[in-house]
């Protein structure tokens, strides 16, 4: 049957066809980046990394593009706050970014846009749209006849009359109709801006997306992906944009991954339950975090509590468990032995419910549940007495290469030696000497993830496993 999406704009499941036979075009709205990222921004990150290495487990070339916005009236508040340049407030947390996402197992895309890296293609665009018709300039800022697009409101199957009632018109702005949104901004004394024939100013928000996704993927993309909460306003804008300009399908698949609440309420700064990855991150081992956020499938709401994350934290290493007695009694087992069908078809039935699963709109719970199964088998087999390196073997593969497709690891780390261990304290003492504090915190961070506890005395630094 292949694999099935559920598509947003259809609200059904649909048989996965690319517009090219074996590529992917993927487009995933990536952050705004004046901070790091909490556990929501990471739910999507986790959800569609798994995605792009599912299809390229089936085979299919995908080429994967998330973006960065790197101007925004957050970016510019923060930059203000702290006096320095948004360049390097946002390249900051950039980098924080990968780092937060590399320990959770995420591979980088293909292509990581800015917004400021594309200002040409954004006024290009625009003009394009305002020659159309479908958009234009009052006082310096430019909007989008939001009515102009047949069909406004059919990814979240609003009516436009309906989203009339509420939309208003804010102080300053000189719109022909409420519903209208801004494509450039005009700027405001003491804020970053760029020249355009409409005057000095800066694009609005969902015009980047429409323009990078065009850029790097051409007019029209396979899967464009992001938060439940993208779906109103930022991504019915997208289309509008994108289809007014290229006369063509944007996406054919949209994908929406669910709300996290805390502890059943939902996540905010003002709740006082604000969840940064950069801070989790050190209480908790990010694989298992990863394997938290795929044990409930990614259309649902989660909701992270600590005794649901220390079920997770339990089940990981259940599969860690069975994997490493595996490779141990391959590591002791000498014979070749003959080839045993039972053992390696049982092997075999795992792989393909785990794939039945995930062709189901990419059901990673069920997948998970196929883990355990494999777990289950591979425990029985190491009871037998004739265990062959063979079938051995078929189990190490499967564990790899089904848990590779999620994302986890289940080889067991080396443990640090004693003596590298003193080696990386001398380091970081001589680190904070140099003033190289993120050095010398990052050595910090990794040996406490390593379960090696710093203690500083008058005599100095001492550690011990914890």
């Given at each position: 049957?292949?694999?099935?999406?559920?598509?947003?704009?259809?609200?059904?499941?649909?048989?996965?066809?690319?517009?090219?036979?074996?590529?992917?075009?993927?487009?995933?709205?990536?952050?705004?980046?004046?901070?790091?990222?909490?556990?929501?921004?990471?739910?999507?990150?986790?959800?569609?990394?798994?995605?792009?290495?599912?299809?390229?487990?089936?085979?299919?070339?995908?080429?994967?593009?998330?973006?960065?916005?790197?101007?925004?009236?957050?970016?510019?508040?923060?930059?203000?706050?702290?006096?320095?340049?948004?360049?390097?407030?946002?390249?900051?947390?950039?980098?924080?970014?990968?780092?937060?996402?590399?320990?959770?197992?995420c591979k980088k895309a293909d292509?990581?846009?800015?917004?400021?890296?594309?200002?040409?293609?954004?006024?290009?665009?625009?003009?394009?749209?305002?020659?159309?018709?479908?958009?234009?300039?009052?006082?310096?800022?430019?909007?989008?006849?939001?009515?102009?697009?047949?069909?406004?409101?059919?990814?979240?199957?609003?009516?436009?009359?309906?989203?009339?009632?509420?939309?208003?018109?804010?102080?300053?702005?000189?719109?022909?109709?409420?519903?209208?949104?801004?494509?450039?901004?005009?700027?405001?004394?003491?804020?970053?801006?760029?020249?355009?024939?409409?005057?000095?100013?800066?694009?609005?928000?969902?015009?980047?997306?429409?323009?990078?996704?065009?850029?790097?993927?051409?007019?029209?993309?396979?899967?464009?992906?992001?938060?439940?909460?993208?779906?109103?306003?930022?991504?019915?804008?997208?289309?509008?944009?994108?289809?007014?300009?290229?006369?063509?399908?944007?996406?054919?698949?949209?994908?929406?991954n669910g709300y996290i609440n805390?502890?059943?309420?939902?996540?905010?700064?003002?709740?006082?339950?604000?969840?940064l990855v950069n801070d989790i991150?050190?209480?908790?081992?990010?694989?298992?975090?990863?394997?938290?956020?795929?044990?409930?499938?990614?259309?649902?709401?989660?909701?992270?509590?600590?005794?649901?994350?220390?079920?997770?934290?339990?089940?990981?290493?259940?599969?860690?468990?069975?994997?490493?007695?595996?490779?141990?009694?391959?590591?002791?087992?000498?014979?070749?032995?003959?080839?045993?069908?039972?053992?390696?078809?049982?092997?075999?039935?795992?792989?393909?419910?785990?794939?039945?699963?995930?062709?189901?709109?990419?059901?990673?719970?069920?997948?998970?549940?196929?883990?355990?199964?494999?777990?289950?088998?591979?425990?029985?087999?190491?009871?037998?007495?004739?265990?062959?390196?063979?079938?051995?073997?078929?189990?190490?593969?499967?564990?790899?290469?089904?848990?590779?497709?999620?994302?986890?690891?289940?080889?067991?780390?080396?443990?640090?030696?004693?003596?590298?261990?003193?080696?990386?304290?001398?380091?970081?003492?001589?680190?904070?000497?140099?003033?190289?504090?993120?050095?010398?915190?990052?050595?910090?961070?990794?040996?406490?993830?390593?379960?090696?506890?710093?203690?500083?005395?008058?005599?100095?630094?001492?550690?011990?496993?914890?």
């Open positions: 049957m292949g694999i099935q999406i559920f598509n947003s704009l259809s609200r059904e499941k649909e048989p996965f066809i690319p517009l090219e036979e074996g590529k992917v075009k993927m487009y995933v709205c990536g952050p705004t980046v004046y901070n790091y990222i909490h556990i929501g921004n990471a739910r999507p990150v986790i959800v569609y990394d798994t995605v792009r290495r599912y299809l390229q487990y089936r085979g299919f070339d995908v080429t994967f593009v998330s973006n960065f916005t790197d101007v925004d009236d957050k970016i510019i508040k923060a930059a203000n706050e702290l006096g320095e340049e948004t360049s390097e407030l946002t390249e900051r947390f950039i980098n924080a970014y990968f780092e937060d996402i590399t320990d959770l197992g292509a990581h846009p800015k917004v400021t890296e594309h200002m040409d293609d954004i006024i290009r665009f625009i003009e394009v749209l305002i020659e159309k018709g479908y958009a234009y300039e009052s006082q310096g800022d430019v909007y989008y006849r939001t009515r102009k697009f047949d069909g406004y409101g059919k990814l979240s199957h609003q009516n436009i009359d309906d989203l009339k009632v509420g939309a208003r018109i804010e102080a300053g702005e000189k719109k022909e109709d409420p519903l209208d949104f801004a494509l450039w901004k005009a700027a405001k004394p003491g804020e970053i801006f760029w020249a355009s024939p409409w005057g000095t100013g800066r694009p609005g928000w969902h015009i980047e997306c429409s323009v990078m996704a065009r850029e790097h993927l051409g007019d029209t993309i396979d899967i464009h992906a992001g938060g439940q909460d993208l779906t109103f306003p930022h991504h019915e804008n997208e289309i509008a944009q994108s289809e007014a300009h290229n006369d063509k399908t944007f996406a054919r698949y949209w994908m929406h805390i502890d059943n309420e939902k996540m905010s700064k003002s709740l006082g339950n604000f969840v991150k050190k209480q908790i081992d990010p694989q298992v975090l990863r394997f938290f956020m795929l044990s409930v499938h990614y259309r649902y709401p989660i909701n992270f509590a600590k005794d649901l994350v220390e079920s997770a934290a339990a089940g990981l290493e259940r599969l860690r468990t069975s994997f490493n007695n595996v490779k141990h009694r391959l590591s002791v087992t000498a014979e070749l032995g003959a080839e045993n069908d039972e053992w390696l078809a049982k092997i075999e039935a795992v792989r393909a419910s785990f794939e039945t699963s995930m062709d189901d709109d990419f059901n990673t719970a069920n997948a998970i549940s196929d883990l355990f199964e494999l777990s289950h088998v591979a425990n029985v087999y190491l009871n037998e007495t004739n265990t062959t390196t063979r079938v051995l073997q078929a189990f190490l593969d499967a564990f790899t290469t089904l848990g590779d497709v999620l994302g986890l690891v289940f080889e067991q780390q080396e443990e640090l030696l004693d003596a590298e261990i003193d080696a990386l304290l001398e380091e970081r003492i001589q680190s904070r000497k140099d003033r190289n504090f993120a050095r010398a915190d990052e050595i910090r961070d990794m040996l406490q993830n390593m379960g090696i506890i710093l203690e500083d005395t008058r005599q100095g630094t001492r550690w011990k496993r914890g």
